[in-house]
């Protein structure tokens, strides 16, 4: 059984930063995508990044290029999100998300595991 863990969340002024992970037990992964998404009040979960774990490839959304950074530990099974220049629009609840598949989907339901999120709140 697949689970995903995240951790790193918190508050921060804007224009801070914070890293969040997501370590993943129940299997190895090794030629499939893993993916951040959040989700604010009122709003519907939105892609944020996404990696290949085979290879590395990422994948943003507009609203976060040049700011966060996605990576992978293929040692430790983990997938970080570094996240720079905060800005009060990215509070929301963000989630670890894994597919079985290689292609980096920006669908939610693209992804059949998920994570239980971790708060993320940037104040101004």
């Known amino acids: 059984q697949v689970q995903l863990v995240e951790s790193g969340g918190g508050l921060v002024q804007a224009g801070g930063s914070l890293s969040l992970s997501c370590a993943a037990s129940g299997r190895t992964f090794r030629d499939n995508a893993m993916a951040w998404f959040r989700q604010a009040p009122g709003k519907e979960r939105e892609f944020v990044a996404g990696?290949?774990?085979?290879?590395?490839?990422?994948v943003y959304a507009d609203s976060v290029k040049n700011r966060f950074s996605i990576s992978r530990d293929s040692a430790k099974n983990t997938v970080y999100l570094q996240m720079n220049s905060l800005k009060p629009e990215d509070t929301a609840v963000y989630y670890c998300?894994?597919?079985?598949?290689?292609?980096?989907?920006?669908?939610?339901?693209?992804?059949?595991?998920w994570g239980q999120g971790t708060q993320v709140t940037v104040s101004s």
């Open positions: 998300a894994a597919t079985d598949r290689m292609t980096i989907t920006t669908i939610s339901s693209g992804y059949a595991y």
């Open positions: 990696i290949r774990w085979s290879g590395g490839y990422t």
